[in-house]
Nanobody
Framework: QVQLVESGGGLVQPGGSLTVSCAAS????????MGWFRQVPGKDLEFVAS????????FYGDSVKGRFTISRDNAKNTVYLQMNNLRPEDTAVYYC????????????????WGQGTQVTVSS
């Protein structure tokens, strides 16, 4: 089993930046990819970004390309999502996920999930 805990959410003004983190514990020797999804009330989970174990391959959802950067520090079992030029439409609960099997942009592919952290973009 793997436990994931997100942190770093909060309130930020439009155009601002914020970095959220996700720390993994438990069976972390599986060398698994990790990812971020987000969700607003009444809507489905949206794929944000993913990163391979080595960190050499990343993918981004179209709505965040060029603004968000995913990275990881395997020594700390932590994945990060740096968010720049934030927009009000980025407001959501951000979830990290680990160990996908299948289509990684689909939330059903991921085995482990954190509890989420709220990001609110508002003036």
């Amino acid at each position: 089993q793997v436990q994931l805990v997100e942190s770093g959410g909060g309130l930020v003004q439009p155009g601002g930046s914020l970095t959220v983190s996700c720390a993994a514990s438990g069976r972390t020797s599986d060398n698994a990819p990790m990812g971020w999804f987000r969700q607003v009330p009444g809507k489905d989970l949206e794929f944000v970004a993913s990163i391979t174990w080595t960190g050499t391959v990343t993918f981004y959802g179209d709505s965040v390309k060029g603004r968000f950067t995913i990275s990881r520090d395997n020594a700390k079992n932590t994945v990060y999502l740096q968010m720049n030029n934030l927009r009000p439409e980025d407001t959501a609960v951000y979830y990290c996920a680990r160990d996908p099997e299948g289509t990684f942009t689909s939330p059903t592919a991921w085995h482990y999930w954190g509890q989420g952290t709220q990001v609110t973009v508002s003036s």
